[in-house]
């Protein structure tokens, strides 16, 4: 789908994710725990994950979107 980043502004792309992902954390406690996300929760756990390894959605995108196709979606999202 259809992936950007506030580290890349104004550049988007296709990028393949799972659907459903569980990720293992700790929370500010240092306790485990896992959580699942689903679709865009899923996407965003993997976008962010990724970061932490210094990878960037452009390395993993399918391809990029070209300044036209951006507008079109940014119109076609009411914004």
């Known amino acids: ?3 950007g980043c506030l580290s890349l502004p104004d550049e988007w792309g296709e990028v393949t ?3 459903k992902v569980t990720v293992k954390a700790q929370n500010r406690k240092g306790k ?3 959580m699942t996300g689903e679709e865009l929760c899923a996407r965003a756990f993997c976008h962010e994950i990724d970061h932490l390894h ?3 959605f452009t390395d993993k995108t ?3 979107y070209t300044p036209e196709e951006v507008e ?8």
């Open 72 to 79: 079109a979606m940014k119109e076609n999202n009411g914004g």
């Open 1 to 3: 789908g259809p992936e």
């Open 17 to 19: 994710r799972p659907m």
């Open 32 to 34: 485990w725990f896992e």
């Open 62 to 64: 399918n391809r990029m």
């Open 54 to 56: 210094g990878v960037v």
